[in-house]
């Protein structure tokens, strides 16, 4: 009872009533059935960095002596148990690279997270005979004469644009550990077309 009504009716009492409801699925974040993916747990496969998945167990498969865990990667955890088990949040954080395995019990599930774009720090788009910076850990190297790079220190290089007109290059860069990540780049012209905004220098 939250309200006594001492206005009305002698003997009469006015009552509200409140539920309190405590709905855990609400608290995670949407839980997507990987395409194509035969597994008992329930997660998307594919995860971007620094995010916040929610992983699920059907009650059928839910045992006490199973437990949820990450394995694979040191920068993903759990970082909550929901809904008396059969659910988790799994934390990616901001640099995770790679792949990580979900498990619970005998049950597992591989992910990969979405980061190769963002390895090569830099724009996608140039223009003629700009000079760009780009960053990544590794040794950068292209695949065309239309650019070079004047300079490199193993954590970003200097690149030049030598053509005026528009085309497109790859630019590559080969980590210590000998991984290979690519940011396909497009020049684009001096005062842009009907699709394409101007283009100045970044240096």
């Given amino acids: ?43 998307e496969t594919l995860v971007p960095q620094d995010s916040t998945i929610g992983y699920y ?8 002596s199973y437990s949820w865990s990450v394995s ?10 929901m809904n008396n088990g059969n659910m988790c949040k799994v934390r990616i954080h901001d640099g995770a690279i790679g792949t990580y395995t979900i498990n619970y019990g ?16 830099g724009p996608d788009t140039v223009a003629p005979y700009g ?12 695949d065309s004469p239309l650019v070079r790079i004047n300079s490199q220190d193993g954590t970003k290089c200097e690149l030049e644009v030598l053509t005026g007109r528009k085309g ?17 780049v497009t020049i684009g012209s001096f005062t842009g ?3 394409e905004k101007s283009i100045g220098i970044v240096s």
Wanted: charged content about 25%.
């Fill in 57 to 64: 167990i059907p009650k059928t498969y839910l045992q006490s």
């Fill in 168 to 184: 497109k290059f790859t630019l590559t860069c080969v980590t210590e550990d000998n991984e290979t990540y690519t940011l396909p």
């Fill in 72 to 81: 694979g990667n040191p920068r993903v955890e759990i970082v909550e148990i």
């Fill in 131 to 142: 000079i760009y910076t780009y960053e990544a850990d590794g040794i950068f190297s292209v």
């Fill in 106 to 121: 005998e049950y597992s599930l591989e992910v990969t997270i979405d980061w190769q774009r963002e390895y090569i720090t």
């Fill in 1 to 43: 009872m939250q309200v006594t009504d001492s206005i009305s009716v002698p003997g009469i009492l006015e009552i509200e009533v409140q539920e309190y409801y405590d709905n855990p699925i609400a608290e995670l974040p949407e839980i997507k059935k990987a395409d194509d993916i035969e597994s008992v747990i329930v997660g």
């Fill in 193 to 195: 077309d009907k699709n």
